[in-house]
């Protein structure tokens, strides 16, 4: 379960809205909890709003084409960056939040190829503009799919 301060997923919404039609992306800062039952629960303390670095693709992974109009890619650099100073505040990045323009908030392909175990993706479908539908996944131990997790909000 992902657990979100509705403010701070407010902040998100303004973030993939403000870069439509482009796809927008950043991290999700919090810790780890477990449950009495022993599942574990993600709390999202800080999100990070990051640039989509997608058109740069090609210094990455010249294989694949990139446009921020459809792939999103948070740059080596910032990544490290946010990570060093979560740490000093005692958080971890524990997810990864990004938009799908005029598509569906379920993951694609793409999202698939480029998920990393542990952590929660958090996609915003962003239809005419507007944050429609909101959805959080993880990938499966296998590595061959994700999983639905819920979004608890809380004030």
Known sequence: MLTIPKVLLDQVHAHVTAAYPNEACGLLLGAWHQSVGGSTMQVVIRIEATANVADQLSAFESHVPGSVSNRYLISPDDYVRIDRAAHA???????????????????????????????????????????????????????????????????
């Open 89 to 155: 505040e005692n958080l971890d990045i524990i997810g990864i939040f990004h938009s799908h323009p005029d598509h569906p908030a379920t993951p694609s392909r793409e999202d698939l190829r480029t998920a990393w175990l542990g952590l929660s993706y958090m996609i915003v479908s962003v239809q005419r503009g507007a944050a429609a539908d909101t959805m959080s996944w993880r990938l499966m131990a296998n590595g061959t799919a994700f999983e639905s997790e819920s979004i608890l909000l809380v004030a």
